[in-house]
């Protein structure tokens, strides 16, 4: 019986056949991980905290495009040299099923914000925050001071607002938080004149509910809204 004749072009077809296997089970073993490491660095890198804790879920084609299943993150600050680092969280959001967050402490136009827990899921925020009445009190005009009073009807923060108006001398109106045309403003309540400040606003959410209770000097603060 005559054995078979292996030719060149055979041993070259075989080696390469070899090659391609050998790089597909390197492909399944290590890609994963590969995948896994670079999203959570990713993270990382946009919360500006390399000890930040960070967990992703997706399979690694998806988290190699920059997308993911799920995300979760607890850091104790995001950089303070980002002008909005709420909004590029945000941003990146909308490329992941459910983000869930937990940020120890973050500048938000000006205001400290405490013990934030934000899930963003289907486009939709759901956020919890702590923050100082006192810290609150420095973006009413006019040297003017704040005093809690109890919730709204529909559990919106309310205030006593108490300004020194030039030629008026000291005068007290009660105030509350609400969510107006996507913003969070603090409105004047009962005056023939509509006053209000806007105390956050950001063109990646549009907020479309408030509530919160007061405590001392701690607002604990509770929203709702849609991500842009």
Do not use: Y
Request: charged letters at 20%.
């Amino acid at each position: 019986m005559e054995r078979p004749v292996v030719t060149r072009r055979t041993k070259i077809a075989t080696g390469a056949a070899a090659v391609v296997v050998v790089v597909l089970i390197l492909a399944v073993a290590v890609l994963p991980g590969v995948a896994r490491s670079a999203a959570k660095d990713k993270v990382r890198d946009r919360v500006g905290d390399d000890s930040a804790k960070v967990s992703v879920k997706g399979s690694w084609p998806k988290l190699l495009t920059g997308k993911a299943d799920e995300v979760v993150v607890d850091t104790p600050t995001v950089a303070g040299s980002q002008e909005a680092p709420l909004g590029e969280l945000l941003k990146d959001s909308k490329k992941v099923g459910k983000t869930d967050a937990r940020i120890g402490r973050i500048q938000v136009q000006g205001l400290t914000l405490r013990d934030v827990h934000a899930i963003v899921q289907d486009g939709r925020v759901q956020a919890t925050a702590k923050l100082s009445i006192k810290s609150l009190t420095k973006l009413v005009p006019l040297g003017g001071t704040l005093k809690s009073l109890p919730a709204g009807a529909e559990g919106q923060p309310r205030f006593q607002v108490t300004v020194d108006v030039p030629l008026l001398g000291s005068t007290t109106v009660s105030a509350a938080v609400a969510a107006v045309d996507g913003a969070v403003q603090v409105a004047a309540e009962n005056l023939p004149i509509p006053v209000a400040i806007t105390v956050f606003s950001d063109p990646s959410i549009s907020v479309t509910s408030v509530e919160g209770r007061a405590k001392g000097d701690e607002l604990s603060i509770a929203f709702t809204g849609a991500v842009n």
